[in-house]
DNA sequence: ATGTCGCTCGAGGAGCGA
């Protein structure tokens, strides 16, 4: 089983990318963030001419979360609090005994802001609701846009980004909260040292001269974890014209679907 | 280092969010 997610910044734009990365690499889920399409515009038949199945919860302009998965999968949609409801940053499945979530983090603007309490408010809404509803025997992978570097090592300039937003004291023990809840963070199972990045700020030339943070997440729940065997970031596709400012993070597991 | 993208509104480019 190949899981993946990817901050595609734009569906529509990213279109082409999405397209040629899908058959190429076939992942069996796919976590989208960014889509930016109101649900009536979202390019539904594309995906499915692909052999996926998608479900989606997007807005317009904003945000936007949506699920790809192989066509011969069947999964359910798992309700979210109504606290998420207003702006679209999650969407839940339930397939055959696993469950995946795949949240698009508030970005949080700048540390003090308005946008950062509301940032540091919809992480506590997602631990409370995590908490409650499963158990520790749930099956889980929580992937997304995290917007936040968990540690100094996920940061191209530690000192530049300290106490900055995406790197902030309260950002990283949300962080933090989560992985306490019983989740393990994919990447750092496979590369426990060095320094690897998913995101490049478009500003800058950050990516030609690497600038960038590891800010998308794939946590698994102890019963994944030992059937993880891979995990990788597709960092070709932040090389290509018209990138996304994210580059997808793929995990393959020796098991399951 | 306020730099680049993608969006909306609405008909050209300002303003917002990331």
Redesign the pocket.
């Given at each position: 089983m190949k899981v993946s997610t990817w901050n595609v910044?734009?569906i529509?734009?990213?279109m082409p990318h999405l397209v040629d990365w899908l058959r190429e690499d076939l992942p069996d889920v796919v976590a989208l963030q960014?889509t930016?399409v109101e649900d009536i515009s979202f390019p539904k038949e594309d995906i499915e001419n692909l052999g996926y199945t998608a479900v989606f919860s997007g807005q317009?302009?904003?945000?936007g979360v949506a699920f790809l998965f192989q066509k011969t999968n069947k999964p359910e949609l798992i309700k979210t609090p109504s606290f998420f409801d207003s702006q679209k940053r999650i969407i839940a499945i339930n397939l055959e005994d696993l469950v995946f979530i795949n949240i698009y983090v508030?970005?949080g603007?700048s540390v003090g802001s308005e946008?950062y309490e509301y940032k540091l408010q919809w992480l506590s809404a997602l631990v409370d609701w995590l908490k409650k509803t499963f158990s520790k025997n749930s099956k889980l992978v929580l992937m997304g846009d995290f917007?936040i570097a968990p540690n100094d090592i996920d940061v191209h300039d530690p000192e530049v980004w300290k106490d900055k937003i995406l790197c902030s004291i309260l950002e990283r023990q949300a962080f933090k909260d989560i992985i306490d809840l019983g989740f393990y963070d994919a990447y750092r199972l496979v590369h426990k040292d060095g320094r690897a990045f998913t995101w490049w700020d478009?500003?800058?030339n950050g990516f030609r001269r690497n600038f960038g943070l590891r800010i998308d997440h794939i946590l698994v729940s102890d019963q994944l974890r030992e059937s993880l065997v891979k995990v990788e970031i597709a960092k070709n596709l932040r090389a290509l014209d018209?990138p996304?400012d994210h580059a997808p993070v793929v995990a393959s597991f020796s098991t399951y679907l």
């Amino acid at each position: 089983m190949k899981v993946s997610t990817w901050n595609v910044n734009s569906i529509r734009v990213r279109m082409p990318h999405l397209v040629d990365w899908l058959r190429e690499d076939l992942p069996d889920v796919v976590a989208l963030q960014e889509t930016k399409v109101e649900d009536i515009s979202f390019p539904k038949e594309d995906i499915e001419n692909l052999g996926y199945t998608a479900v989606f919860s997007g807005q317009k302009s904003y945000n936007g979360v949506a699920f790809l998965f192989q066509k011969t999968n069947k999964p359910e949609l798992i309700k979210t609090p109504s606290f998420f409801d207003s702006q679209k940053r999650i969407i839940a499945i339930n397939l055959e005994d696993l469950v995946f979530i795949n949240i698009y983090v508030p970005n949080g603007s700048s540390v003090g802001s308005e946008k950062y309490e509301y940032k540091l408010q919809w992480l506590s809404a997602l631990v409370d609701w995590l908490k409650k509803t499963f158990s520790k025997n749930s099956k889980l992978v929580l992937m997304g846009d995290f917007n936040i570097a968990p540690n100094d090592i996920d940061v191209h300039d530690p000192e530049v980004w300290k106490d900055k937003i995406l790197c902030s004291i309260l950002e990283r023990q949300a962080f933090k909260d989560i992985i306490d809840l019983g989740f393990y963070d994919a990447y750092r199972l496979v590369h426990k040292d060095g320094r690897a990045f998913t995101w490049w700020d478009y500003r800058l030339n950050g990516f030609r001269r690497n600038f960038g943070l590891r800010i998308d997440h794939i946590l698994v729940s102890d019963q994944l974890r030992e059937s993880l065997v891979k995990v990788e970031i597709a960092k070709n596709l932040r090389a290509l014209d018209r990138p996304s400012d994210h580059a997808p993070v793929v995990a393959s597991f020796s098991t399951y679907l």
